[in-house]
């Protein structure tokens, strides 16, 4: 139980355009979804939390309007990264909670701006 | 400022050699610490949550345990599958997560 799916698992764009990065929870219903992104040999730093129907709450230096994030279900949450430019490539990794303080991960997307 | 502080950054251990990670907390009013396995290039993958001063969890052979400023996770008898990044994480009275950097573990056969 308790799994999450991300796609895609990597995606290669070109400088300046949109990429979409879906998370989803295949058996459970998450009321909360985080989205991470992570450096190499980095920790996980907290971009955003999403609730079902709200709009997300970004953590500081965070741009909301580069990180576009959608929760229109209560299984899929949606990471859009807008004009994407080389210093935005990393580990993007989304998770998802029920409520409880227990949250399950997706295996991460690998995102590369050329 | 709350802070999760992992030590050591990496460890290597032969099979069946027994050892422990350390996770050092700084927060205010702690309401969880957790524990993740990540293998590389994958998310992580939940191990155990603690919530209070001597509280202790299993799992095979992991065995994590909490005071009031850092949180142990020991592994008896590793075996070359328990290679790993472990990350710990704590949840404070804000509720936002900080994670730390992670141990990378290698066990070697």
């Known amino acids: 139980g308790a799994v999450v799916s991300q796609h895609p698992s990597w995606v290669i764009c070109k400088s300046g355009t949109s990429v979409k990065i879906e998370c989803r929870s295949l058996?459970?219903?998450?009321?909360?979804m985080f989205w991470y992104r992570q450096f190499p040999k980095q920790s996980l730093m907290l971009m955003a939390t999403s609730n079902e129907g709200s709009k997300a709450t970004y953590e500081q230096g965070v741009e909301k309007d580069k990180f576009l994030i959608n929760h229109a279900s209560l299984t899929l949450s949606t990471l859009t990264v807008t004009s994407a430019h080389p210093e935005d490539s990393s580990f993007y990794i989304c998770?998802?909670?029920?409520?409880?303080?227990?949250?399950?991960f997706g295996p991460g997307t690998r995102l590369t701006v050329l | 400022e709350d802070q999760v502080t992992q030590s050591p950054e990496a460890l290597r251990l032969q099979e069946g050699e027994s050892s422990s990670l350390n996770c050092s907390y700084t927060?205010?009013?702690?309401?969880?610490l957790f524990w993740y396995r990540q293998d590389p290039g994958k998310g992580p993958e939940f191990l155990f949550t603690l919530y209070s001063a001597g509280e202790e969890k299993e799992k095979e052979r992991l065995k994590a345990t909490l005071t009031k400023k850092e949180s142990f996770l020991h592994i008896t008898a590793p075996k070359p599958e328990d290679s790993a990044t472990y990350l710990c994480?704590?949840?404070?009275?804000?509720?936002?997560?900080?994670f730390g950097k992670g141990t990378r573990l290698h066990i070697l056969p």
């Open positions: 998770s998802a909670s029920t409520g409880s303080d227990t949250q399950y």
């Open positions: 994480a704590v949840r404070g009275e804000d509720d936002k997560i900080i």
């Open positions: 058996d459970f219903q998450a009321t909360t």
């Open positions: 927060v205010s009013g702690l309401r969880g």
